[in-house]
């Protein structure tokens, strides 16, 4: 892998006034669908070098951060139905997992666009975590049931119904635990790979005794791990961001400024700053993770329901009317 440049971070009064002020880069898909909503999923790959966007129109592509033109793309070719979520490997530079609404998983090899493995029938996926060292992967079904998969196998290492509705996964960094959000505003801490409730009260039995990170008055539907491990972040349908130290699983400070339900989340490189995407309204709200102060708004043309930061440097990806944008979108490449 290439050599990362040592990376300063900027203080929040500077960047407070800096990302408003920039313009945005466009990856334009002429041949893609003109829905505003097309995009589903945005991830960048481990370098930050690439940035793959699943869509509604069955369109997996994996563009050049440093070329926004669509022919020096890579497409991937052979989704049925629409692209509900895409991640890179993190151990792997330019390995690709892709989750269709159809129950297929797809492991791509993007360099030379060719199928690793592809697992089926697996229900209505829709969304998707690597396990921090690349060996699996967890992805999730309409029916709440979740299935461990592997890059090398056609068929699931194993599944496990869940009791309430889950809308999103992710892993603890030493790969020894799943967050899960819910339908009823909670957060499930599990152990991995067995899915059990991580944390048990004592003095309770039963489906009671599990400990959950209660932070919502309604679905809970985001979650992200600051990349220090300092912060748990959720987001739900009540427009909240919560932020949760590790350590007791207390909830430190709650963001209210966004509008609308919370659809995804992102943590910059250096954790000092969290993202909210949303589809409604009309702009990406910045928020300093440290304090939960609002810095500022960076205004887009219509909502941004997906948004990530790269995992590298302050360039922020996101969907707006139908196509990739990204500001501050250099990666030093010559």
């Known amino acids: 892998m290439a050599r990362i440049a040592p990376r300063t971070s900027v203080a929040p009064e500077r960047l407070k006034t800096l990302i408003p002020s920039l313009k945005p880069t466009i990856y334009q898909d002429p041949s893609a669908n003109k829905n505003p909503n097309n995009i589903r999923t945005i991830a960048w790959n481990p370098l930050g070098t690439y940035i793959a966007t699943g869509c509604v129109d069955k369109t997996l592509r994996v563009w050049n951060a440093d070329k926004p033109n669509v022919?020096?793309?890579?497409?991937l070719k052979g989704h049925t139905a629409s692209i509900e979520k895409v991640a890179f490997n993190p151990a792997k530079d330019l390995e690709l997992c892709s989750v269709s609404s159809d129950g297929v998983v797809r492991f791509w090899d993007v360099k030379n666009k060719q199928v690793l493995n592809e697992v089926k029938g697996l229900g209505e996926t829709f969304t998707l975590a690597?396990?921090?060292?690349?060996?699996?992967?967890?992805v999730g079904n309409k029916e709440d049931k979740l299935f461990v998969i592997s890059p090398t196998q056609s068929t699931p290492i194993a599944s496990h119904q869940q009791p309430v509705q889950t809308n999103s996964i992710t892993f603890c960094w030493s790969g020894q635990r799943i967050f899960t959000s819910t339908g009823d505003g909670k957060t499930r801490i599990l152990s991995f790979p067995e899915f059990e409730p991580a944390y048990q009260f004592d003095y309770k039995e039963g489906p009671d005794a599990e400990f959950k990170l209660t932070g919502h008055t309604s679905s809970c539907i985001a979650v992200e791990l600051h990349p220090f491990n300092r912060?748990?972040?959720?987001?739900?349908?009540?427009s909240l961001i919560a932020l949760w130290e590790?350590?007791?699983?207390?909830?430190?400070?709650?963001?209210?400024?966004?509008?609308?339900?919370?659809?995804?989340?992102?943590?910059?490189?250096?954790g000092l700053y969290i993202v909210g995407g949303s589809?409604?309204?009309?702009?990406?709200e910045i928020f300093n993770s440290e304090t939960g102060?609002?810095?500022c708004t960076y205004k887009t043309v219509s909502p941004s329901p997906v948004v990530a930061w790269a995992p590298n440097r302050y360039a922020l990806a996101y969907a707006d009317s139908g196509s990739l944008r990204v500001i501050g979108a250099s990666t030093g490449a010559k």
């Open 293 to 295: 102060e609002h810095l």
């Open 279 to 284: 589809d409604e309204g009309s702009g990406l």
């Open 71 to 75: 022919r020096q793309t890579t497409e």
């Open 130 to 138: 690597w396990a921090p060292r690349g060996e699996c992967v967890v």
């Open 231 to 238: 912060y748990l972040a959720t987001g739900g349908t009540d």
């Open 246 to 270: 590790t350590t007791e699983w207390n909830c430190l400070r709650t963001a209210t400024k966004m509008t609308g339900p919370v659809r995804s989340l992102s943590f910059s490189w250096d």
